[in-house]
């Protein structure tokens, strides 16, 4: 069962999280998520990188969004497979 959060205004549902693994030139741990949000009629998927340190905000890739779910599973799996070049 996807966990659910407030995003960017609205409901959201964290559909995807990937497994923490430490990166190259990072201080903390990184992880990709996939979030659903939006109503109904206009579903959006970010994919969110992330860190569990703060300090590496700035070096990470930036969240995208898309309207179609396979693409958005197939971008997490993209950055999943290669946190080592995130930087």
């Known amino acids: 069962m996807a966990k659910e959060i407030d995003y960017k205004?609205?409901?959201?549902r964290i559909i995807m999280i990937g497994a923490k693994k430490k990166g190259r030139n990072f201080r903390g741990e990184?992880?990709?998520a996939v979030?659903?949000?939006g109503e109904a009629n206009d579903i959006q998927f970010d994919v969110v990188p992330?860190?569990?340190d703060p300090a590496d905000v700035d070096d990470l890739p930036?969240?995208?969004t898309f309207t179609d779910r396979a693409k958005a599973i197939a971008h997490f799996m993209n950055l999943e497979n290669n946190k080592d070049r995130w930087k």
């Open 9 to 12: 205004g609205s409901k959201g």
């Open 35 to 37: 979030i659903q949000y």
């Open 30 to 32: 990184l992880y990709v």
């Open 50 to 52: 992330d860190s569990t």
């Open 62 to 64: 930036q969240v995208q």
